[in-house]
Nanobody, 123 residues
């Protein structure tokens, strides 16, 4: 079994920064990819960024490229999302997700999910 627990969300002013963490436990050796998704009220869950667990290569949605950075620490079974230059449109619940296979951006194809952490950016 795998468990993902996010932390680090909060309220920040536009232009500010936040760092989210995702702590993984269980069969993390089966991870192929760990990703961050977000979901704003009334909107579908959208892909933000992902990292290949062992290789460390990354992929970003255009909306966050240059502002967000994903990283992982395999020894700690953790994934981080550094968010800089935050905008009000970044306001959403942010979810950590993992899958065994290749890097893809569709939420329905991820096997494991955390409970989410709220990020609110005020203008």
């Amino acid at each position: 079994q795998v468990q993902l627990v996010e932390s680090g969300g909060g309220l920040v002013q536009a232009g500010g920064s936040l760092r989210l963490s995702c702590a993984a436990s269980g069969r993390t050796y089966s991870f192929g990819v760990v990703a961050w998704f977000r979901q704003a009220p009334g909107k579908e869950r959208e892909f933000v960024t992902a990292i290949r667990w062992s290789l460390g290569s990354t992929y970003y949605a255009d909306s966050v490229k240059g502002r967000f950075t994903i990283s992982n620490d395999i020894a700690k079974n953790a994934v981080y999302l550094q968010m800089n230059s935050l905008k009000p449109e970044d306001t959403a619940v942010y979810y950590c997700a993992a899958r065994r296979g290749n890097l893809i951006t569709l939420a329905r194809d991820y096997d494991f999910w955390g409970q989410g952490t709220q990020v609110t950016v005020s203008s």
